[in-house]
């Protein structure tokens, strides 16, 4: 979101009038500071301290700003010192940045936005940069304070408190407080241009209702406003993924969240990160299943598996017996535990190596081992998968690889 302030409009003006900062800060605040009843100094410092935005509009300013004689005062100089200097080719281009400034600030009423968009819809330029020029004075031009709205948290949360595209914090410490910096964007922003939402349909057509979390993301200060003053196609693609993204890492979470896992399989996992060069390791050589089970394109997966497969299939056998004893109970359990975590994974739409990873992730966090162990738990994955547990046989697969052989 970005804000309309002071220091906002300056910025747009800067523009508009092909002049300096401290010269188009000077013509806009003195629309009101130079009547007789206000009289304030406007000098270099107090426009540059206002677009860093360390300071607010000065108080006699901001209060003269809405008084009857300032404002037709003001109105005269807007004409003299504003309008007439305003390059004419930019005046749409100016009047449309004011008004999309004022649109994605939520601090401005819709009654106000929608009356800034009527005078200039009938060309009333002289009352549209007036009113533009007294409710920027009138505003705060110092930042937010620096707290989260209570409908953000879910948006935080998700993102990891971090932006998705540049990996910017969204807080940080200052003087043992910690404040949060951010932007919640919505992906198909509103009052694009007709062109604009045609590409946009092209690729993902708006949600019905534009303010619902699935339309929205956070983003740092400075990837929501590149994205609000250039929404193009490419940026709205890169969001959508984002956020699907984001989606399904949120489903992952719940899934493993939901699903049990014995504690004996910590006994197992430990078992395989604890082995040394004395440990006594018989090769499995019926590794038949994997080659049927992987998609192609997988290769990587498929070689990783298959060789974890190989050196630690019966090892693993051995240490579920010792658990077990006759009857294979223990074993029984957690191979419906990890089948039915897999189930839900690959219902949820994930492809196999998100399958592969996020139940890798789901045995460490289960059980709160730590990343040390997380070797030893891709070798107990790839155990479940040659164990017919995890992934599915795909005939398919296995007649187009027949085919290509006799080939």
């Known amino acids: 979101m970005r804000e309309y302030n002071i ?41 540059s301290n206002l677009m860093k935005r360390k300071t607010d509009v000065h108080g006699e300013i901001k209060s003269g700003a809405g008084k009857k004689e300032v404002i037709e005062y003001a109105r ?10 305003i390059n004419p080719v930019l005046l749409d281009d100016t009047c449309s940045d004011i008004l ?3 649109l994605t600030d939520s601090k401005v009423s819709d009654g106000f936005c929608r009356k800034m968009q009527q005078l200039y819809d009938t060309q009333k330029i002289l009352d549209f940069f007036t009113d533009a020029v007294l409710y920027a004075l009138s505003v705060t031009n110092l930042p937010a304070e620096a707290s989260v709205q209570e409908g953000d948290f879910m948006l935080l949360a998700e ?83 984002l ?18 896992i014995d504690d004996e399989i910590v006994d ?9 060069e004395t440990t006594e390791l018989q090769p499995f050589t019926e590794a038949l299943e994997i080659k049927d089970k992987i998609l192609p394109g997988n290769i990587v997966l498929e070689k990783a598996i298959r060789d974890d497969v190989v050196v630690y299939y019966p090892f693993i056998e051995k240490q579920f017996s010792l658990l ?31 399958i592969y990873n996020s139940l890798v992730d789901w045995l460490i966090q289960a059980k709160g081992l730590t990343d040390k162990h997380r070797i030893a738990a891709t070798v107990m994955v790839s155990f479940f998968v040659q164990n017919c547990d995890v992934f599915k046989r795909y005939e398919i697969i296995t007649a187009n690889r027949e085919t290509d052989n006799e080939e």
Request: charged fraction near 30%; hydrophobic fraction near 35%; proline fraction near 3%.
């Open 268 to 276: 197992v996992i430990k078992a395989i990160a604890n082995m040394d």
């Open 159 to 241: 993102t990891n408190y971090q932006c998705p595209i540049d990996g910017t914090r969204f807080w940080k410490k200052v003087k043992g407080n910690y404040s949060y910096v951010y932007q919640i964007v919505k992906i198909y922003p509103e009052n694009i241009d007709d062109e604009l939402g045609k590409d946009f349909t092209a690729i993902q057509g708006a949600p019905r209702d534009l303010d619902m979390d699935d339309n929205k993301i956070c983003l740092c200060k400075k990837c929501a406003e590149d994205y609000f003053d250039n929404p193009s196609v490419e940026r709205y693609r890169k969001l959508l993924e």
């Open 243 to 260: 956020k699907s993204a984001i989606v399904r890492g949120q489903k992952r979470k719940q899934i493993a969240i939901e699903s049990d």
């Open 76 to 85: 005269k100089r807007v004409k003299e010192t504003i309008i007439n200097n």
């Open 324 to 354: 077990d004893g006759v009857e294979g109970a223990t074993f029984n359990i957690i191979r419906s535990e990890v089948t039915t975590c897999y189930e839900k994974y690959e219902r949820a739409g994930m492809d196999q190596n998100d």
């Open 100 to 102: 999309k400034t004022m």
């Open 7 to 47: 220091s906002a409009l300056i910025t747009i003006m800067m523009n508009a009038f092909a002049d300096s900062q401290i010269n188009t800060g000077s013509v806009l605040l003195q629309t009101v500071a130079s009547h007789p009843n206000v009289n304030v100094d406007v000098d270099g410092k107090m426009i």
